[in-house]
């Protein structure tokens, strides 16, 4: 089977380095590889949104659908002043990867649109969400694409990315997740990714015969996924010491009060530095404070060649999506730390956007308490797949999780027809 994508189209990414990795150890034929590696879709729209100040201006966005052998497109959408394409391809990538690990019956892909978010008022804000979903609106739909939130996006605007596609389509909840509670949103979304982590952190440290009670955390990102994260470890005992979002952060080697420093970010335009009993502290000494466990769950690439060597951490929680780059692991795997990869470790999210899709498609509400339940079942299971893949294959937890992911859709590849068959090869 040959590729006729043009040399100068090929996706950059280093994802693609994790997956031929895996189609090689699985000794997948060189056809697999090019449709795991490459997209299947990409949209790039133009959203021109009249400001407040009476002028319009011009926003860019994009959709990519990865990969759908599994099932219908899944991933979040971003507004990010740096959104590139090619970052939204590898996010929309690891979600594929992301989705087969948790075996769920979704493809992967990602949204971005091109915006610094804290510029735009709420009513800017509803009409480039608007904007941009009237847009996808083609390619998007409850059996096509589902998006969901991501950074800088809220359940609100999930609310109205489903009011803009309804007008179009009829009243479809299903189209979208993370929506509000009141609008067919799941109970336990919100904290869904935050406590997905948790649980598999939680685990790690049992296995390791240790407890998190006491052990210290330095966390980036004080949004979504690292509230609640952070909040669910105080909880168990854990001592976040550090914690920083995008104008700097806070240090206290007591541990910080979780729910007072979001009341002080809320309450001081988003500076957390002068929060009481602490010291300001920049995101890059962050990353290298020594503590038993650090969490980016901000940006991408923040941990890579240049700095990883400083890091002091035993355990990286990757709560963000791809945040330490190959090079950047390279370094940190010959110091000896553990990486429980994005893939397996902010999966909680999509897993109980899952949950809200079925409910959708039943008109019916699960409890809180089955959601959480349900979300731990899963993410655990899919833990021990990986480690028993880990220790079978002699890999790390990130090889592991692709390895079993990239099976998974081959399968499901293979048997629509998309790949060569067995008895082809
Ligand atoms: P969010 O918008 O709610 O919060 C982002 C946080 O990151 C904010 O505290 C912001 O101040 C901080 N931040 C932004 N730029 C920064 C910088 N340069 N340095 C330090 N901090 C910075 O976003 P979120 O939903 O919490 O997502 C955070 C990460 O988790 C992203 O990488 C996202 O892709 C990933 N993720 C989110 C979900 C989800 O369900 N929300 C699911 C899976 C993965």
Same mark, same amino acid.
């Given at each position: 089977?040959?590729?006729?994508?043009?040399?100068?189209?090929?996706?950059?990414?280093?994802?693609?380095?994790?997956?031929?990795?895996?189609?090689?150890?699985?000794?997948?034929?060189?056809?697999?590889?090019?449709?795991?590696?490459?997209?299947?879709?990409?949209?790039?729209?133009?959203?021109?949104?009249?400001?407040?100040?009476?002028?319009?201006?011009?926003?860019?966005?994009?959709?990519?659908?990865?990969?759908?052998?599994? +099932?219908?497109?899944?991933?979040?959408?971003?507004?990010?002043?740096? %959104?590139?394409?090619?970052?939204?391809?590898? =996010? #929309?990538?690891?979600?594929?990867?992301?989705?087969?690990?948790?075996?769920?019956?979704?493809?992967?892909?990602?949204?971005?649109?091109?915006?610094? /978010?804290?510029?735009?008022?709420?009513?800017?804000?509803?009409?480039?969400?608007?904007?941009?979903?009237?847009?996808?609106?083609?390619?998007?739909?409850?059996?096509?694409?589902?998006?969901?939130?991501?950074?800088?996006?809220?359940?609100?605007?999930?609310?109205?990315?489903?009011?803009?596609?309804?007008?179009?389509?009829?009243?479809?909840?299903?189209?979208?997740?993370?929506?509000?509670?009141?609008?067919?949103?799941?109970?336990?979304? $919100?904290?869904?990714?935050?406590?997905?982590?948790?649980?598999?952190?939680?685990?790690?440290?049992? $296995?390791?015969?240790?407890?998190?009670?006491?052990?210290?955390?330095? =966390?980036?990102?004080?949004?979504?996924?690292?509230?609640?994260?952070?909040?669910?470890? *105080?909880?168990? +005992?854990?001592?976040?010491?550090? =914690?920083?979002?995008?104008?700097?952060?806070?240090?206290?080697?007591? +541990?910080?009060?979780?729910? #007072?420093?979001?009341?002080?970010?809320?309450?001081?335009?988003?500076?957390?530095?002068?929060?009481?009993?602490?010291?300001?502290?920049?995101?890059?000494?962050?990353?290298?404070?020594? %503590?038993?466990?650090?969490?980016?769950?901000?940006?991408?690439?923040?941990?890579?060649?240049?700095?990883?060597?400083?890091?002091?951490?035993?355990?990286?929680?990757?709560?963000?999506?791809?945040? &330490?780059? /190959?090079?950047?692991?390279?370094? !940190?795997?010959?110091? +000896? &730390?553990?990486? !429980? /990869?994005? &893939?397996?470790?902010?999966?909680?999210? %999509?897993?109980?956007?899952?949950? *809200?899709?079925?409910?959708?498609?039943?008109?019916?509400?699960?409890?809180?308490?089955? %959601?959480?339940?349900?979300? $731990?079942?899963?993410?655990?299971? #899919?833990?021990?797949?990986?480690?028993?893949?880990?220790?079978?294959?002699?890999?790390?937890?990130?090889?592991?999780?692709?390895?079993?992911?990239? *099976?998974?859709?081959?399968?499901?590849?293979? !048997?629509?027809?998309?790949?060569?068959?067995?008895?082809?090869?």
């Amino acid at each position: 089977m040959a590729n006729h994508m043009p040399d100068s189209e090929k996706p950059t990414s280093y994802l693609c380095g994790y997956i031929e990795a895996a189609v090689q150890q699985l000794n997948l034929p060189e056809s697999s590889r090019d449709l795991l590696t490459n997209a299947y879709r990409e949209l790039r729209v133009q959203i021109p949104v009249r400001r407040d100040s009476g002028e319009m201006d011009i926003f860019y966005g994009y959709r990519v659908q990865h990969n759908g052998a599994l +099932g219908p497109y899944k991933g979040g959408i971003r507004f990010h002043p740096e %959104v590139v394409l090619n970052e939204v391809r590898d =996010l #929309a990538s690891a979600m594929t990867w992301k989705n087969a690990l948790m075996c769920l019956p979704f493809g992967g892909a990602k949204g971005g649109v091109i915006c610094n /978010p804290y510029t735009l008022s709420n009513r800017e804000k509803e009409a480039l969400m608007r904007g941009f979903t009237s847009k996808i609106s083609l390619i998007i739909g409850p059996y096509r694409d589902i998006p969901a939130p991501d950074m800088n996006t809220n359940a609100q605007m999930m609310a109205w990315l489903m009011d803009e596609y309804g007008k179009k389509h009829g009243y479809s909840p299903a189209v979208v997740t993370g929506k509000p509670v009141e609008l067919g949103g799941s109970l336990g979304r $919100k904290e869904a990714t935050g406590r997905g982590a948790f649980y598999l952190l939680e685990d790690y440290y049992k $296995k390791a015969s240790r407890s998190l009670n006491g052990a210290t955390v330095a =966390l980036q990102g004080f949004g979504n996924v690292g509230y609640h994260v952070a909040a669910l470890l *105080e909880n168990a +005992g854990a001592k976040v010491v550090a =914690l920083a979002n995008h104008l700097g952060g806070v240090y206290c080697e007591a +541990g910080l009060d979780i729910q #007072a420093l979001k009341a002080y970010e809320k309450d001081n335009a988003y500076q957390l530095a002068g929060f009481a009993d602490s010291s300001a502290l920049t995101n890059e000494a962050l990353l290298a404070l020594n %503590v038993d466990c650090l969490i980016p769950a901000a940006l991408g690439h923040v941990i890579h060649e240049k700095n990883a060597d400083a890091v002091q951490a035993r355990v990286i929680l990757e709560c963000a999506n791809l945040p &330490v780059t /190959p090079q950047g692991e390279k370094i !940190l795997e010959d110091k +000896g &730390v553990v990486i !429980l /990869p994005d &893939v397996l470790a902010n999966a909680g999210g %999509v897993t109980v956007s899952y949950f *809200e899709w079925t409910q959708n498609l039943q008109q019916f509400q699960w409890e809180a308490a089955k %959601v959480n339940q349900e979300l $731990k079942t899963k993410i655990l299971a #899919a833990f021990e797949k990986v480690i028993h893949c880990k220790e079978t294959h002699g890999l790390n937890y990130r090889q592991a999780c692709y390895r079993l992911a990239v *099976e998974r859709v081959h399968k499901a590849s293979q !048997l629509r027809g998309y790949t060569n068959n067995l008895s082809e090869q």
